[in-house]
């Protein structure tokens, strides 16, 4: 062999050597994503030992600082960049089951512990979860030519970019999309998702008909009133809105207007920016509106306990934890009750931060009183006068700032002091826990007061006997008398304006009562609060004397309230302390309001107070906040969404089926729409993929049967409300009245049964027995039976997502209850025509805006046939006919039960 050909193999040799060499570099040094390989494998198969509960061997997987730091051993389990070294990998490979990890389970499988052993092995770098990450730009996806064929084979199913990202996937999984729905399934489709309700004839007509077009039929859908009152009912379950307290008692209260203002800020497109902070912290604005401090009842939406013997801190505590663990889950898809007792297992929230949080609500007036104050009061327009010209006269004649100051009282009666924070008791008690109460020679004592160097007092109390003289003393029996009044029988609650000496420093008052005339134990009065507000000034001025009177006479008017959002002032602010354990009365370190590490900073020009809260979630540096709106959207409109564990978007997350769709969405609606919730929604029912059949092939639904490719539209059974809404709708009977006081629809006798007090349901008259399902009454303890058949809450909680289920009670419910038997009787009046055949054609058509096929009406005209021959041999059906108060001919009885079939038919129970 010649030296030429030696030199041309050896060169061959080399390149061969090269080229495996730097494939087996690149092969090994392939880069590990730390979120999306080691995540998984350390929630499901280690952090259950070594998280933020249970530290086995002093060894924690939760935070990237735990991880790498010293265990019980004294070594690290990690070693980065060397995994041969590191005991964590060690461990994986022990045959002994006393030594190998995860212990008592199952070993690692071998892909596992080389994808373990690969990252340690490149520096162990600690990713982060991809929703704690802020959203970056998101290029639109541009469509192949592969892509290109697939659409061209289903016609027009690009609509917009939305499309675009759902093609990318369905080409990557060999699926076409589907064809477009038809024009009568898609107007109607269209119409429940944006309105709730089915579409209106005209509506109907002008689309099919091909009058409008579809985006006109959006907009028109948009520009509906009814829009608010669909989406409002989605936000209520967030918010946990109901008529009553909960809890044993149950009692009622008035927080109807916050559902209005919520239907209200839906229709008014309010940006979901400042829809947040209004709830949240409407009264931290400057000058708040009385819609703005409506607003604010998202969390006094919490229940309250009216309970004797109850302690009203532990359920003001209990109040303030369910703000933080609502807040969480409404705004950023997060579990932060799992940090109430312990770091989260599974995400990065550390138990000092859920006290942190919890410092934001900790200040605010509401003490889990009966009387649910602070409350905004309503007064007439009379009334309103005359609190403009006492406020008028306090600006004139002092300042500004006093002005607010009797605004405020006058609107909300606040800063006061709680009678049931009294202690030190003899001869008297806390009546009920919450009245203070004292006896013949009582006393007790109401702890660093400050009484704003007021000369008066005012006093809240009712009072069953005359002749009890009180006495006020500075700290204890020995002080100096600050005021000294009698106290005689009252009729009812009263607000009294008592002198009283001034003091310009905080002191504890103690309190002495007497009155020879009544027996032991015998309570002289039951006093609710304490109030100290400057004196109104301009004693001097002609008219003075009136203007007090006044401010009396409309603090003891008795107005429509409802319980609002109040921050203390600073000389009644509260400290917040880490609960050992979660445990209440075990208070250890006193921490400051603070966010998540882990999430976007706290800008310091933001206020440490709710409003600063709010701020900082809808921040656009916050990552979750525009992906937790959006995703939930598009659950309302899809049945799941782009992360479908709605709840959480957490590391124990379902990952997003389309995740760059996720971000572009949420960028989009920040920044774009300017988080405008109208024009989010538009984007989404404009998409091709929302205007697809939602008829799968036997193929299709078993390749997805959760339709997470959408490569069909959506098809669901529609929520309690839309059932009946849609059963009163297409008879002829919904009443379009909006707002104002819950009503009281039919239900069967006895399903309310309230204890401890007079309340029951007492049936609406008129229009409001036909009013949408929204604005029916929700007692917590028993909600509306038929809604809770189809799976709507009690609200006791903030739900995120209803349970869908399919059981015989719902049958029962559509086929025997007072309000569809009457709306299917409704239905048959205009069903009954000469022609049996075109009366059910008409019914059929009305309920499902399709038309009926021949086997169905053969099989409809069946069940006319039997219903009329039974009730032509029942010559006594017309006294009771379904509990209806008109007597109808045999034919339309016949037919109502008809009706009745036809509103129980997928076709007519389901979004399709």
Known sequence: MNRQKLLSYAKIWISLIAISLIYSCNSSSEQIDFSTQIKPILNNKCISCHGGVKKSGGFSLLFKEEAFAATKSGKPAIIPGNASESEFIKRLHEEDPELRMPYEKPKLSKEEIDLLTKWIDQGAKWGQHWAYSLPKEVKVPAITEEASLIINEKNDFLQNDIDKFIINRLEDNDLPPNHPADK?????????????????????????????TYEEAVDNLLAQDTFGEKWASWWLDLARYADTKGYEKDNGRSMWRYRDWVIKSFNEDMPYDQFTTEQLAGDLLPNPSVDQLIATAFHRNTMNNDEGGTDDEEFRVASVMDRVNTTFSVWQSTTMECVQCHSHPYDPFKFEEYYKSYAYFNNTADEDTPDESPNIRFYTDEQNDKKNKIISWVEKYGTKKEAELYEEFLSFMEPKYLAHDATDFVNGELADTKYLALWDDGSCVLKNVNTQGASAMYM??????????????????????????????????????????????????????????????????????????????????????QINKSFLELLNTDSPQLPIMVENPDFMSRTTQIFERGNWLA??????????????????????????????????????????LVNRVWHQIFGRGIVSSLEDMGTQSDPPSHPRLLDWLSLRFMNEHAWGMKALIKDIVMSGTYRQSSVATPELYQKDPNNELYARGPRLRLSAEQIRDQALAISGLLSKKMYGPGVMPPQPDGVWQSVYSNESWIESKGEDKYRRAIYTYLKRTSPYPSFITFDAGSREVCTIRRTVTNTPLQALVTLNDPVYIEAAYALAKSMDTESVEKGISIGYKKATFSEINSEKLEVLKNLYNQALEEFETQNEFQENFAGLQEKPTKKLAALTIVANAIMNLDEFLTKA
């Not at 600050?482 to 504890?508: E, Q, S, V, W, Y």
């Open 460 to 545: 809240n109390y009712q009072a069953y006997v005359d002749g009890t003289t009180m006495t006020i003393r500075e700290n204890n029996s020995h002080g100096e008398i600050l005021a000294h009044f009698k106290i005689d029988k009252t009729k009812g609650n009263i607000i009294r304006k008592i002198p009283f000496k001034k003091t310009n420093k905080p002191t504890n008052l103690y309190f002495e009562s007497n009155n020879d005339r009544i027996g032991k134990q015998v309570s002289t009065s039951f006093i609710t609060w304490f109030a100290f507000i400057k004196d109104i000034p301009g004693v001097s001025e002609a008219g003075y004397s």
């Open 184 to 212: 009568s399934t898609l107007i109607r489709r269209l119409s429940f998702d944006i309105t709730g309700l089915p579409p209106t004839n005209n509506l109907y007509e002008a689309f099919t008909k091909g009058e409008i």
């Open 587 to 628: 208070k250890g370190d006193t921490v400051q309001p603070g966010t998540p590490k882990i999430l976007n900073d706290y800008n310091e020009e933001w206020p440490a107070n709710r409003l600063g809260l709010s701020k900082w979630l809808v921040s656009k540096e916050n990552p979750l906040t525009a992906r937790t």
